[in-house]
Nanobody, 112 residues
Framework: VQLQASGGGSVQAGGSLRLSCAVSGRTLGFYDMGWHRQAPGKQREPVAT???????NYADFVKGRFTISRDNAENTVYLQMDSLEPEDTAVYYC???????WGKGTQVTVSS
């Protein structure tokens, strides 16, 4: 199973980015998916999850700003990030809990 995250970059506070996670080796539709992040000097933390029925869950610090979605036909999960804040600076990872599969991560940097 391979998870390839992309879409990171550098933006100013208030800006937006859309992360993508392309999954190969599994049919995405059967799996719950999640995005996590790890800021420098901090532990990795969950950001958002979406189950195989499309039900979503968000960490309090991103509620109302981030949206997780999935396209099972494209085997891809997305994280739309709006109203970005400098505190959102981190490496973002996509994750399949069943089997504990992780992507390599994509860097998001938000400047004030």
């Amino acid at each position: 199973v391979q998870l390839q995250a992309s879409g990171g970059g550098s933006v100013q506070a208030g800006g937006s980015l859309r992360l993508s996670c392309a999954v190969s080796g599994r049919t995405l539709g059967f799996y719950d998916m999640g995005w996590h992040r790890q800021a420098p000097g901090k532990q990795r933390e969950p950001v958002a999850t979406i189950n195989n029925h499309g039900t979503t869950n968000y960490a309090d610090f991103v509620k109302g700003r981030f949206t997780i979605s999935r396209d099972n036909a494209e085997n891809t999960v997305y994280l739309q990030m709006d109203s970005l804040e400098p505190e959102d600076t981190a490496v973002y990872y996509c994750h399949i809990p069943r089997g504990n599969y992780w992507g390599k991560g994509t860097q998001v940097t938000v400047s004030s």
